[in-house]
Each structure stands twice: as C-alpha cells, then as structure tokens.
Nanobody, 120 residues
Framework: VQLQASGGGLVQAGGSLRLSCAAS????????MGWYRQAPGKQRELVAL???????NYADSVKDRFTISRDVAKNTVYLQMNTLRPEDTAIYYC???????????????WGQGTQVTVSS
C-alpha cells in the first residue's frame, strides 16, 4: 500500500493551495483519512480528519480556512487550503487507516510529505 501526496508549493500569504493524496495497492477498506503537518522544530500535528462517513474534524488554527474532503471510490483525500498564513508553512503528510483484507486489522499508512511554504 502506498500513499502519494501532491499539490504543495510556494504561495503568498492570503493565497490558496489544494493538496491531494491517493492510496493505492492492496486495499480492502479505508477508514479515517487525514492531513498532518510538521513545521521545523515542532511536533507533527493534526490538521484535519475525515471519516469514511465524511464527518470532519479540524485543528482550531485552520477552521474556516481549510476544507478536507475525500473520494471514496478513488481512495483519495483532499485538503483545500485558503487564506494561507506564514504560520501554515510546514511539511504536510497524509494519513490513512487501511485494512488490506477482511481478515487483517487496520494499520496506519503515511504519505511521503509535501512542502507548503507561505511567504509574507
């Protein structure tokens, strides 16, 4: 199983970016999918989470600016980031809780990370 993230880049403050993360490989089912970020010198933190039933949860710092969504058929999760701020600068990682078969338990899988840099 692999998670492939894309969509990061350099943007000015107030701008927007859209991240995508597609899961591929031997997948029986995917439960929660989410985005985390890690800034230099800081711990990785949850940015947004979406359940299989599309319930969402956001970090307070991104509420009303970021929107997480998913395409269940495509095993893909998205993060629309608007009104970006310099403090949003970080490496963004996607995460998915995946079962590879009906008999296996769920495991955490991570994407490779994509850099988001917001200039002031």
């Amino acid at each position: 199983v692999q998670l492939q993230a894309s969509g990061g880049g350099l943007v000015q403050a107030g701008g927007s970016l859209r991240l995508s993360c597609a899961a591929s490989g031997s997948i029986f089912s995917i439960n929660d999918m989410g985005w985390y970020r890690q800034a230099p010198g800081k711990q990785r933190e949850l940015v947004a989470l979406i359940t299989r039933g599309s319930s969402t949860n956001y970090a307070d710092s991104v509420k009303d600016r970021f929107t997480i969504s998913r395409d269940v058929a495509k095993n893909t999760v998205y993060l629309q980031m608007n009104t970006l701020r310099p403090e949003d600068t970080a490496i963004y990682y996607c995460n998915a809780k995946i079962r590879r078969s009906w008999s296996q338990k769920e495991y955490d899988y991570w994407g490779q990370g994509t850099q988001v840099t917001v200039s002031s």
